[in-house]
């Protein structure tokens, strides 16, 4: 490598476009991209872009329907996965249509009071 590990993990936090940096380091280093990525990683600077590029095994998804059965938040359920609410909410929702999550079962409530007419004077 032509840089060493401070410029390559500097330049990287540096940049705005993360993925494209990573391959210019590569090709700056004459090296693979995977050599890039593994040296950011051993550093704690590369992280995956977002839930929606883990690949989900069927394990996983009857987890987080388990979860869903005891009534966890998305909020919650994202704590667990250590993602963001919102990244969370939309892999769930990316998940049920691929059919690999079914849809929450509707919240049973009681009986709601009748609409009484009163006249106010």
Known sequence: MYMSEYEIISSY???RYKSQQITILAQI????????IELLRLNGEYKERSCMSQRWTEE?????????????TTKEIAAV???KPA????????????????RRSSIKRGPQPKNTNIQRV
Do not use: W
Request: proline share 0%.
């Open 29 to 36: 280093n004459l090296c693979e991209r995977s050599d890039i």
């Open 81 to 83: 996965y250590g993602f």
């Open 87 to 102: 990244v969370m909410s939309s892999t769930v929702t990316y998940l049920r249509s691929q059919g690999r999550l079914q």
């Open 13 to 15: 936090r540096q940049a």
């Open 60 to 72: 996983e998804c009857q987890r987080l329907e388990e979860m869903f059965d005891k009534r966890m």
